[in-house]
């Protein structure tokens, strides 16, 4: 109960940290939608995290099962007290959610402080296997 305390704290303070570095941050945030977007998928993606890592620790092993599956379990054993807004895929090593289109692509590229006029087809929404745009946090399957 007491890790489950402190990273549900841990949680909160990254979440703190994450808005208060969006208003520090000036021009990169200038789109309200994709300022949103993204903090929201940090938020989310570092809850996700954090339960996948208490389950692991208490378990001895990562839940299985499809994505819903996989999200029902952390809310049903309540390392999750919701499912965060979104379509998540959820996964050994993987994380991820989907996003709205090139446009939202590149916009929450540009909110993370890439440059999005160095991805060759100009759109700002690189190609997921891209080595070169590996860091990047959003991108597009072909």
Do not use: H
Not at 2 to 17: C, D, E, K, T
Not at 46 to 72: F, H, R, V
Not at 93 to 111: F, H, Q, S, T, Y
């Amino acid at each position: 109960m007491y890790n489950l305390l402190v990273s549900g704290m841990a949680m909160a303070l990254a979440g703190f940290i994450s808005l208060m570095g969006m208003f520090y941050l000036g021009e990169a945030f200038t789109d309200t939608r994709d300022k949103q977007v993204y903090a929201q998928s940090i938020n989310a993606a570092q809850q996700i995290e954090g339960a996948l890592k208490m389950y692991q620790a208490d378990n001895g092993y990562y839940p299985s099962g499809t994505s819903e599956q996989i999200m029902t379990e952390l809310v049903k054993d309540n390392y999750l007290s919701f499912v965060p807004q979104g379509d998540w895929v959820v996964g050994k090593g993987m994380l991820i959610r989907a996003i709205e289109g090139p446009d939202m692509c590149a916009g929450v590229n540009k909110v993370a402080g890439y440059d999005v006029t160095l991805v060759p087809d100009r759109t700002g929404c690189p190609v997921c296997t891209d080595d070169q745009f590996k860091q990047w946090p959003a991108c597009k399957n072909l």
